[in-house]
């Protein structure tokens, strides 16, 4: 158990409809990231949050956002989804900011399902 | 960050080391090596990171060489449990992490 909470465990949406991920941190970690993993496909970095402010950003598209709240739980919010949206996705949460020796501790994931 | 060239398999037999190779070529000299492994859809797991010494801990060593161009991640007694995608990751001061195809290591009985 890597102390970082996501859920739901399983998410079952249709196509054009909107849906949110949460993540909870690591106690005492300030960072979290978002990764999505698509069947087959290696993990994608989509975001990162510190402290509620945004850090970095990978290939995350338009449609989707994310947000981290005064109490470091995360939000990941995907909108008008389509069927290669489906996915796992990740949270993984840190406890710096940036720096070259940072480990990142993966939450369980998210699977979502597109129909 | 540096990109990451591993193997995309490789076969262990249970009980025997498993030796993971991972080339860096462009690493830089503040980037650092990780390893984590992901079994099944599981989130991945930390394994190992180091700069530019060897390192150990209670899950396996990584071998880092000494023009740092490439590493080895060695899990010293395989088992049936480490069966995985085991990624190899430089990384730099940008925050986010890269992750390639990785290795998918198969240990069989």
């Known amino acids: 158990d890597s102390g970082v909470t996501q859920t739901p465990k399983h998410l079952i949406t249709a196509t054009g409809q909107r849906v949110t991920l949460r993540c909870s941190p690591r106690s005492g970690d300030l960072s979290v990231y978002w990764y999505q993993q698509s069947l087959d496909q290696g993990l994608q970095f989509l975001i990162q949050?510190?402290?509620?402010?945004?850090?970095a950003k990978g290939n995350i598209l338009e449609r989707f956002s994310a947000q981290q709240f005064p109490d470091l739980h995360s939000e990941l919010n995907l909108s008008s989804l389509e069927l290669g949206d489906s996915a796992l996705y990740f949270c993984?949460?840190?406890?710096?900011?940036?720096?070259?020796?940072?480990?990142?501790?993966f939450g369980p994931g998210t699977r979502l399902l597109v129909l | 960050d540096a990109k990451t060239t591993q193997p995309p398999s490789m076969d262990c037999a249970e009980g025997r080391a498993a030796n993971l190779p991972c080339n860096h070529s462009t690493i830089s000299g503040n980037e650092y090596v990780y390893w984590y492994r992901q079994i099944h859809s599981q989130g991945p797991q930390y394994i190992i990171h180091g700069l530019k010494n060897n390192e150990t801990n209670e899950m396996a060593s990584l071998i880092i060489t000494e023009d740092r161009k490439s590493s080895t991640l060695i899990l010293p007694h395989a088992t049936l449990r480490d069966t995985a995608v085991y990624y190899c990751i430089v990384k730099g001061n940008a925050g986010k992490s890269t992750f390639g195809d990785g290795t998918t290591l198969t240990v069989k009985p």
């Open positions: 993984a949460s840190s406890t710096r900011t940036a720096g070259a020796q940072e480990t990142q501790y």
């Open positions: 949050y510190y402290n509620g402010e945004e850090r």
